[in-house]
């Protein structure tokens, strides 16, 4: 081999990691476990989902709904080698919590007795109504860090303040927070980085033009460079109910139709084509029925050619 | 056939309700669907126990911890032939909760969108926590017909005074509650009569030793009459850790021998054995090493020949 080759080879391997590995394959940036994926009435399956930088397993977890029966599905799935006691207890290393609705908290709840202490991560907000409904004496007991008296203090309660940034313990994450319209509550959108990637979970919404709010069009303007620069690489955001749910019972979610009005904010914001961009649809409601027809309409209103994806309560899905 | 063989033939006829279809059949008092059984961690099967008179669909439920996914597996199992929603909707009339520990009610307040009208009984300090930490505009929408405003009424509060007995609307059964002491908190046993059967549901316990009170052993000297007559059908009770579990961590629940210590406290009350008597064992705590350690220990330690049944998700039992 010439030395000018030989400097060539060198080159290639020093810069793999950047290139990528194959120029087809895109490298992967975030590593998702849904734990539960639907917006009501079944207790074995609410909204929760663990990410995770690839080859790490420093996961947070978006919402609590449902923790210890999703992860039992993901384990057996194989998404996960040691018990599901032990993926709650050693893999999840914090909580981010967009609103206290019970199908967005029980799991943590329900669990707090074997898990091991970690920060919940909220809006001022959400975390005083934890500690008021929640971790109470009489409905539960109090694992807090504040609240009523005694405090076990297994749970840090860490205030996010919309626009700044806070790094994520036990994790190489950091995580901005953005107010949401949810009807009378204050829901929230995390905006979670690791290394030059982002991803962006939206707790339960409402659209801006129901909820008389700029909630959302502040939010897709402070994303939309990171849409332009392709550093976000996915959304997560609800569509809860079919078009046909009146407006007066929208309860503060979001159907297709509105959605897809969003996405085109969002692209008209970002200046660009979302062609391709991954949006993963969260907090259908059951029953069956509406799902298939939330999903049908989702795909028949996707002319911004969104890559829809339908996420599974145990399925990985890598990003 | 004879005049005499042909009114001894209308005689039996007559009387088959009285004596029973075939002499060795017990008659059925009282059909139960156990939609979750266990006593924490799996969000999947929480506490709840739909109870009715045989024949009818006019269900009460022992607490609510987990409705949806369990009526779903029972459905499933055969126990209903309608759809899991309109089994929540049409068969259950009532709600009885034991204490308001969210693995208790987690169900009902999950599945109160989608529920009907109906009756929620429990002791005043048990409503107060739902009022107060459940059916708030915060943790969700406030489907009670009292506590913060606006009440939805969806759900009527009974509130039950230890001693008064009580008709179960839209059945034809009563109940009688009386307190029990569970660590902070007052819980529930609800005796319930259906013609002139009885079963008696106790919600989470410690033993009278540990919790310095004499709730269980009023409650037994209430009920040794029923067992007497033997108009008491079961006995539907907890054992939450196995034996080893130190006294001062077994936080207001019961043990193998302290259950059977019970027992012998009913036995000797009633003036004679429990053999044969139907003993329903709740609320075995995960992981499933200790559950089989706390059946084992049951059985080894069951002296007084009780017939000791461990209800499982979604499979009818009738008694």
Request: glycine share 8%; with cysteine; aromatic share 10%.
């Amino acid at each position: 081999m010439s030395n000018r080759n030989c400097f060539r080879l060198v080159l290639y391997i020093l810069l793999l990691p950047v290139i990528g590995f194959g120029q087809g394959k895109k490298s992967t940036s975030f590593h998702i476990v849904p734990l539960g994926v639907l917006g009501g009435i079944d207790e074995s399956n609410l909204s929760a989902y663990m990410v995770a930088a690839p080859g790490t397993n420093d996961y947070i977890c978006f919402d609590a709904g449902t923790l210890h029966y999703g992860i039992e599905k993901a384990v057996n799935n194989g998404a996960f080698s040691i018990p599901a006691e032990q993926v709650l207890r050693r893999y999840i290393k914090g909580y981010f919590i967009s609103h206290a609705h019970l199908d967005h908290i029980a799991g943590l709840i329900i669990n707090s007795p074997d898990d091991t202490a970690k920060t919940i991560y909220a809006l001022g907000s959400t975390i005083e109504t934890i500690k008021k409904d929640y971790f109470t004496w009489e409905s539960w007991a109090n694992f807090g860090d504040d609240g009523e008296a005694p405090a076990l203090k297994k749970y840090h309660y860490q205030i996010l303040t919309p626009d700044s940034i806070v790094n994520i313990k036990n994790t190489a994450m950091t995580v901005q927070a953005f107010p949401l319209s949810h009807s009378n509550l204050t829901s929230t959108a995390f905006l979670v980085q690791s290394n030059s990637a982002y991803i962006l979970y939206l707790g339960d919404t409402g659209a801006d033009e129901i909820e008389k709010s700029h909630n959302l069009q502040n939010l897709w303007t402070a994303i939309a460079p990171l849409i332009k620069t392709k550093k976000l690489k996915a959304i997560m955001i609800e569509a809860s109910f079919p078009d046909e749910q009146p407006d007066k019972t929208l309860f503060g979610h979001l159907t297709p139709k509105r959605l897809m009005k969003e996405m085109h904010q969002l692209a008209g914001l970002s200046g660009g084509s979302l062609k391709g961009f991954d949006l993963i649809i969260t907090h259908l409601k059951p029953p069956a029925a509406s799902i298939v027809k939330i999903k049908a309409e989702l795909k028949a209103e996707n002319d911004l050619g969104l890559n829809l994806i339908f996420p599974q309560q145990g399925r990985p899905i890598d990003l």
